[in-house]
């Protein structure tokens, strides 16, 4: 049986913003994690949820998680909020994240409009800061220029691919960069059918598309750990 931590977007403005998917979710919802209860009840009040609803905070992060992962493997469905916006982006649910991947349990995030922010929260990994880039450069000087500029700023790194210039990319980057001090994610066809998201090293993954042919639209996540910048 598969089990699913589920994300759950909401609106910066009216709650009569939410998507339509998100509702179903929240209906379908045992347990709703949420920074503040009586904000989330403005919810639970206008669609007529009958979830318990838990408040979740930074200071209580490392304890609920465990809890979150506790009402997974009972089979009751698990919902993690924020205020507003996407959750875990500056607001408490990244450990119950991690938690989850380790324990082969799958992300799904509801309400999404951002492929960026998404990758980021599928990644699982920690960051203080990151940089966007867009589509990585195609010459080589300006990509080592484009890359090396944002290693220095920020220990994360997000851009867009091609599926027929990843491999080629991740290659370059192994080449060009130390290997051992990368985690990297792929996620793809994000929002769709066939969403996937694989975590490794840039080695595991180039061995992994080596047998498979990569599809769909690519949202990439690098970090790089202190031992970079030794």
Known sequence: MKHFLHLVVLPIGSIKEISLESIEILKKADYIYCEDR?????YKNEFSL????????KDKDKNLSQKIIQ????????????DAGYPIVNDPGFTAVSLAIQEKIQIKIWGATSPL????????LSFKSFSFL???EKKDKRKREQLSSSMKKHNLIVYYDSPFRTIDNFKW????????????????ELGKKH???LRGTLSSLIKTFSEKKIKGE???VLKWNKCFFN
Not at 38 to 42: E, K, N, Q
Not at 173 to 188: A, G, H, P, Y
Request: hydrophobic fraction near 45%; charged fraction near 20%.
């Open 38 to 42: 009586l904000v989330f009840s403005r």
């Open 50 to 57: 009958n979830a318990i609803t838990v408040k979740y905070t």
């Open 71 to 82: 009402n997974i493997y009972e089979n009751k469905t698990v919902c993690i909020v924020s």
């Open 117 to 124: 922010l998404c990758a980021i929260l599928l990644s699982g």
């Open 134 to 136: 867009g589509f990585l």
């Open 173 to 188: 980057i192994k080449e060009n960069f130390n290997d051992c001090c990368l985690e990297v994610t792929l996620s793809r």
């Open 195 to 197: 969403e996937e998201t």
């Open 218 to 220: 690519i949202v990439v």
